[in-house]
Structures are given as structure tokens and as C-alpha cells.
């Protein structure tokens, strides 16, 4: 299937695989590359040796197209956009901020940049600067999550933008890409459905919450503090949203509460003090398989549902 994201990604599917912090490695970016999707490497709060690391170990196990994900809110944010330049890595993804003072550089290296952007306000900065696509990411997504869903941002910043925009945000199958073209993208980003897959690394537990999940079973939190975040209702969660609730609590101790609770859900399972990022589809997604089966599963579906139907994608 080839659209304007294909094209400009040199990828087989429209389909990117979310920068997911603490998650996503090379492994399963190599993965998602080699299954025809583009994998996507989280920088998160590494320093930019961590990262050239998992860029190297990356290159060693595909020769397709890949990305990393730089969170501009990172302290080692502007040493890792200086070092993807110097790796030449093929494409960077954005979050948590603007990237425009970044863009001219990528571009120089012949890196394709494709922000996360959560408004159409955003959008038209990031095109003005040279963004070569966006995405547009709901709040039914996980992780760090803006006001707008994807129903309402997608076909927004579509109209806003002569760029291509990718949708993210409650995608799981073949139905959401193709709402996802009806919307006006002509690609998709999914992060939930690859939580699941058996080359990611994330606790056996986090597996089991996202697959036992149910329609309801996420909740935001953080909003108190400026950067809300989806994840799965848990007895950590729980407690988080009851001390943010309460106006006596302190930010700073609200702030210390939730420090290395990710890392503890990806590398300890731990349900206790862990925070289970995912999307409000969790709900949909039944099995673990591997990335290639995912994007095999997604595409038949997409293409099935599409048949005989002609857009300009």
C-alpha cells in the first residue's frame, strides 16, 4: 500500500511504530523496520551516547528505515538532536514540546522530521520550519496525552497543513487505519498494539494488564502538574489520582511520586508502585504476536475494508 507517507519514508506500510519511552529499543524497532513499517528508537531522558548505542545496534539488525523519538522535555534533548545529525539516522519523531529550532540541522543531515503536535497551531509551526510530515495524536493514546481526540485533531490539521499527517492515537487495526484516511491522514501511528509484540521488552505483566484491559480500564492522571499521561487503572494509578485530588498534597511530593514509575511497570511488572502506560485501546488488542504478524494483521485488515474503494492517499 503506498501513500505520501510510504513515499517519504521509503517504508512498505503507512504505519509507524510509537517512540515509547523505556520501551522502545532497537530491538523492536529493527522489528517493526524489517516487518515494513518504520520502528522508531525512544531517546527518552538517555544522554546521546545511550541513544547512538541503540542507533548502531539498530543498523546491525535491519537495513530498512528507522527513526528515533527525541522528547524535547528531556534534559539531554538538544545533545541528542546534535547527535542524530551527526548518525544521519533516517527519521526523527518529536514530543513534549516544538522542535522548530532543531529542524534546519535535521534537514541538512538529509533527516526526515516528523513532529508529534497536538494542535493545529502546532502543526503550522512545525510546517513553517521545515517539518517534513505530523503527527496528529489523540488523547485516546498513551503516554503523554493533549485535550483533542483523534476524531477531531486528524481532519483539523489536515486541513491546516499541506504536509502529510500521520494519525495517532486509539489505532489498533485495519478500521483505524482506514478512519484514519477518511480523516484525512495517509498513515498511522500505533504504540498500544505494540506493547504486545514478542520482540518488546516490557515486564510479563505489563503484557497481561494491556491484554486483560477492557474499554474502560484507562485513566489520565497529571493533569494537576501540566503533563497528564493515559494508563491502565492500577492501585498505583489509583492512589496517584487520590493525592492529586487533594489540594493539601504538595506538587513537589505529587511530582516525586510518580518518578521511575514507568520504569518499574516495563522492567519489574511492579503493580504496586508502577505506572502501565496505554492507550483507551488496550481493550482491542487480544494476543501477543510478533511485530511482523501485527502489521500483516493491521494491513490485511485495512486492505480488506478498502477494497475497491479509491483514494488519493
Known amino acids: 500500500m503506498q501513500t505520501r507517507l510510504t513515499k517519504l519514508l521509503g517504508t512498505k506500510y503507512p504505519i509507524i511504530q510509537g517512540g515509547m519511552?523505556?520501551?522502545?529499543?532497537?530491538?523492536l524497532a529493527s522489528a517493526v523496520s524489517e516487518a515494513g513499517g518504520l520502528g522508531v528508537i525512544s531517546a527518552m531522558n538517555a544522554d546521546a551516547e545511550w541513544v547512538r548505542s541503540e542507533i548502531l545496534r539498530c543498523r546491525t539488525m535491519t537495513d530498512k528505515p528507522f527513526g528515533v523519538n527525541i522528547m524535547l522535555m528531556s534534559p539531554h534533548a538538544a545533545e541528542v538532536a546534535k547527535m542524530v545529525a551527526e548518525?544521519?539516522?533516517?527519521?526523527?519523531?518529536?514530543?513534549?514540546?516544538n522542535p522548530s529550532k532543531y529542524i534546519a540541522r535535521w534537514k541538512e543531515?538529509?533527516?526526515?522530521?516528523?513532529?508529534v503536535v497536538a494542535s493545529t497551531a502546532l502543526a503550522r509551526l512545525v510546517e513553517r520550519a521545515g517539518a517534513d510530515a505530523v503527527i496528529a495524536e489523540g488523547g485516546e493514546s498513551g503516554g503523554h496525552v493533549g485535550d483533542l481526540t483523534t476524531m477531531a485533531l486528524v481532519p483539523q490539521v489536515a486541513d491546516a497543513v499541506r504536509i502529510p499527517v500521520v494519525a495517532a492515537g486509539g489505532i489498533a487495526d485495519g478500521?483505524?487505519?482506514v478512519a484514519a484516511f477518511a480523516l484525512g491522514a495517509c498513515g498511522?501511528?500505533?504504540?498500544?498494539?505494540?506493547?504486545?509484540?514478542?520482540?518488546?521488552?516490557?515486564?510479563?505483566?505489563?503484557?497481561?494488564?494491556?491484554?486483560?484491559?477492557?474499554d474502560i480500564s484507562t485513566m489520565v492522571t497529571g493533569r494537576r502538574l501540566g503533563h497528564p499521561v493515559r494508563a491502565i487503572k492500577t492501585e498505583y494509578t489509583m492512589e496517584y489520582a487520590r493525592l492529586e485530588a487533594d489540594s493539601t498534597y504538595p506538587d513537589e511530593k505529587l511530582e516525586e511520586y510518580g518518578v521511575g514509575s514507568l520504569r518499574k511497570a516495563v522492567e519489574e511488572g511492579d503493580v504496586l508502585h508502577g505506572c502501565f502506560l496505554a492507550g483507551?485501546?488496550?481493550?482491542?488488542?487480544?494476543?501477543?504476536?510478533?511485530?511482523?504478524?501485527?502489521?500483516?494483521?493491521?494491513m490485511r485488515g485495512a486492505e480488506k475494508l478498502l477494497d475497491g474503494v479509491h483514494w488519493e492517499l
Do not use: H, N
Not at 87 to 97: C, K
Not at 109 to 115: D, E, I, N, Q, R
Open 87 to 97: 548518525e544521519r539516522v533516517p527519521v526523527v519523531t518529536t514530543g513534549a514540546g
Open 21 to 27: 519511552a523505556w520501551i522502545a529499543d532497537a530491538i
Open 188 to 214: 498511522v501511528q500505533m504504540g498500544t498494539r505494540f506493547l504486545v509484540a514478542k520482540e518488546c521488552r516490557v515486564s510479563d505483566e505489563y503484557k497481561k494488564k494491556v491484554l486483560e484491559a477492557k
Open 175 to 177: 478500521r483505524g487505519v
Open 280 to 298: 483507551q485501546i488496550a481493550g482491542m488488542v487480544r494476543q501477543e504476536q510478533t511485530a511482523a504478524e501485527i502489521i500483516a494483521d493491521v
Open 109 to 115: 543531515a538529509g533527516v526526515k522530521v516528523l513532529p
